[in-house]
Nanobody, 119 residues
Framework: QVQLVESGGGLVQAGGSLRLSCAASGSIVSINTMGWYRQAPGKQRELVAS???????NYADSVKGRFTLSRDNAKNTVYLQMNSLKAEDTAVYYC?????????????WGQGTQVTVSS
């Protein structure tokens, strides 16, 4: 099957930066969209940013100008550079990928990584 392994979360002061990585592995034929979602306590999971295989990106309004999503197709990996972090960015961040394996296409989720921004 397919596994998504996330890394890079942690504790940072407001105004600081973090870089999240998400690497996909397994019986992958191709990967379409990859992206990051986040879920804060008591809130619904929301899209942070996504990127297609061709490199087109989409960002939540709340992170535009502060976060940058990039992708290395050769490594099946996406990177979320988060700058000028705010307390409201505190959440568990989840990686999602739409992956084609031999028999089907479906979405996969990572286990989540905690990002905590102290004010």
């Amino acid at each position: 099957q397919v596994q998504l392994v996330e890394s890079g979360g942690g504790l940072v002061q407001a105004g600081g930066s973090l870089r999240l990585s998400c690497a996909a592995s397994g019986s992958i034929v191709s990967i379409n969209t990859m992206g990051w979602y986040r879920q804060a306590p008591g809130k619904q999971r929301e899209l942070v940013a996504s990127i297609t295989s061709g490199g087109s990106t989409n960002y939540a309004d709340s992170v535009k100008g502060r976060f940058t999503l990039s992708r290395d197709n050769a490594k099946n990996t996406v990177y979320l550079q988060m700058n000028s972090l705010k307390a409201e960015d505190t959440a568990v961040y989840y990686c999602k990928a739409v992956v084609t394996v031999v028999t089907s296409t479906r979405q996969y989720w990572g286990q989540g990584t905690q990002v905590t921004v102290s004010s």
